[in-house]
């Protein structure tokens, strides 16, 4: 899927025109091993330094009402989004600006390889099968 196409998709799901705005997003499990706790609290600093940044997460999981509220807490309704399980949801990776997995533990995420294949940044703890995927991509 196309950049364009991804972004008019998302734009549709949480309502914000996002031709200006720079998109983080993920896509995971809303758990404990994910640490989607993290990127919400860290958020109101990624702000001060990109005051156009929005956050979208696709996937579901345990903690969403936990983060919901965090996100509610953090008066950041308008700026972080947990839109929910997505079939297919790796044709949407295009439409970020930057991908995140702020992971406290992780096995080889094949989320993060597609993201890699997707051309575009990404943001990762190091944590896990991330250190092996990164001497398996980076000799590759």
Do not use: C, H
């Not at 949407?92 to 890699?116: C, H, M, N, Q, T």
Request: net charge positive.
């Amino acid at each position: 899927m196309e950049r364009e196409t991804a972004r008019k998709f998302l734009e549709e799901k949480i309502k914000i025109n996002l031709k200006d705005k720079f998109l983080i997003g993920s896509i995971g499990r809303l758990d404990y091993s994910k640490n989607y706790e993290f990127l919400i609290k860290v958020f109101p600093e990624i702000l001060k330094v990109k005051p156009e940044a929005i956050a979208i997460v696709i996937g579901e999981g345990p903690e969403r009402k936990k983060l919901e509220n965090l996100i509610e807490k953090g008066d950041l309704k308008e700026k972080i989004f947990l839109i929910g399980e997505l079939k297919d949801a790796s044709k949407y990776l295009k439409a970020f600006d930057l991908f995140v997995l702020p992971s406290r533990y992780e096995g080889l995420s094949i989320i993060l390889i597609e993201s890699l294949f997707a051309q575009i940044p990404i943001l990762a703890s190091d944590v896990g099968g991330k250190k092996l995927q990164e001497k398996i991509l980076f000799l590759g």
